[in-house]
């Protein structure tokens, strides 16, 4: 059942078109991926489909509703958090989670959730008080107050240090798993590769492709490669004659082989066989760094 359906969604300001004739859906139960850099038009998709702006043309849905006609509905069953959404220095934990409860008919029991998303021990620490890490997760908390049945998260983990960005994907996974559906919106492929289902890639306002992670991967064209120090003796023509060997290289003890399709099952089955021990095995496998540089021509984040 699609929770989200947009079709041929049209938004520009003045003579700069943001969003050109983007579509997608998104399935109940799922994390869904919007994945594109910065400036791509992944935060006005959501602004559209989460009511906050009004398309100039196409179609959106959202778990039934028009999300500028239902705008006050829509409210009750979608959780927001967008990108800078900052709040006042001085509001606490507490205080913010009982200002965004009041917006809401039936809200979640604000003491439970800090708890849950692990915010108890802050909750009368001032916004300006907490770490980055923290006011993510006070944001995923407002999102989640009006107990939606589908979130929107706009760039996260945007300058966590890796640990917070973890402990964040964490709580998404948390959220999907109580049976909300999630639009996470990024530009780190490794965040969209860890938590989403499926992905959508925008560039330049436009979708130019949907698939799972590794169906996005795939289209990469890019070879799978093994590297391993063989603990006996190995003869090239033996790996070779297994039909998913493209090739062998070797560096001083180790064997580097390059291939396609079950490639690593096809090469430990036959050191099985002969009784060698893949020491240092490292496996490398198309990425959507990759695909996303096949599908554009550049990569996603600049300077990568």
């Known amino acids: 059942m699609a929770v989200i359906e947009v079709e ?24 869904f991926g919007i994945l594109g850099p910065n ?41 927001v958090q967008l990108q800078g959404g900052g709040l006042p220095e001085k509001l606490t934990v507490r205080e913010a989670l009982e200002l965004y409860a009041s917006f809401h008919r039936d809200p979640a029991d604000i003491t439970s959730l800090m708890s849950r998303l692990g915010l108890a021990w802050k909750a ?22 009006g107990k939606p049945k589908a979130v929107v998260l706009d760039e996260l983990t945007t300058g966590l240090d890796p640990h917070a960005r973890r402990a964040t994907w964490d709580l998404v996974r948390q959220v999907r798993d109580t049976g909300v ?4 919106v990024t530009h780190f492929m490794e965040e969209a ?61 180790r064997i580097e082989i390059d291939g396609t399709g079950n490639l690593v099952q096809a090469v430990t089955s036959l050191l099985a066989r002969r009784q060698i021990i893949a020491a240092d095995l490292r496996v490398e496998q198309a990425t959507l760094d990759d695909a996303f540089i096949a599908l554009t021509g550049r990569p996603a984040t600049p300077g990568d």
């Open 124 to 145: 009368d620490a001032r916004y300006r008080k907490l770490s980055g890490g923290q006011q993510q997760r006070l944001a995923i908390a407002l999102a989640m107050v």
């Open 193 to 253: 590769e860890r938590l989403c289902d499926r992905v959508a890639v925008i560039d330049s306002g436009r979708v130019v492709a949907e698939d799972t992670p590794a169906g996005l991967a795939a289209r990469a064209g890019r070879r799978q490669r093994l590297r391993f120090r063989p603990s006996a003796p190995l003869d090239e023509a033996s790996l070779l004659a297994l039909p998913e060997v493209a090739e062998v290289r070797r560096d001083g003890p």
């Open 181 to 184: 559906t999630v639009v996470l």
């Open 39 to 79: 400036g791509a038009g992944k935060t006005t998709t959501v602004e559209c489909l989460s009511g906050l702006r009004t398309a100039d043309a196409g179609r959106v849905r959202v778990l039934g509703f028009d999300p500028v006609r239902d705008r006050d509905a829509l409210r009750q069953v979608l959780g």
């Open 8 to 31: 041929h969604l049209h938004k520009r300001y003045g003579d700069d078109i943001a969003v050109d004739d983007v579509s997608f859906t998104v399935e109940e139960g799922e994390i």
